[in-house]
């Protein structure tokens, strides 16, 4: 599935945080939902937009997972500062999506 490389800062003081869907819990999900009023199916879409609001709590929720307690209102930077690549996903393997039929 989808695989995001958020990139915050520069230089130095550039953080990266991955996200995968197929990480994100049914509790982050309900968080996201909580925290934006979007569906999570509404909420892919919106970082696939490139919403702010989107992507802050995305990145909220990806720190959360080290920083429990972190609260929403400390996910702030420069929009200047953020950039973030989608990754490729490896082919499918023909073999999988045609496995031979019965002999």
Excluded: C
Excluded at 18 to 45: M, N, P
Excluded at 53 to 58: F, G, M, Q, R, S
């Amino acid at each position: 599935m989808a695989k995001i490389l958020i990139h915050v800062g520069k230089g130095a003081d550039r953080n990266t945080y991955t996200y995968e869907e197929d990480d994100v819990t049914t509790a982050e999900a309900i968080l996201v939902e909580d925290q934006t009023g979007f569906s999570w199916t509404e909420f892919k879409d919106e970082i696939g937009r490139g919403s702010v609001k989107a992507v802050v709590v995305l990145i909220w929720v990806l720190r959360r997972r080290e920083e429990p307690d972190l609260p929403l209102d400390q996910i702030t930077f420069k929009l200047g500062d953020l950039d973030y690549d989608k990754v490729p996903e490896a082919p499918k393997d023909s073999a999988e999506e045609n496995p031979p039929g019965p002999s």
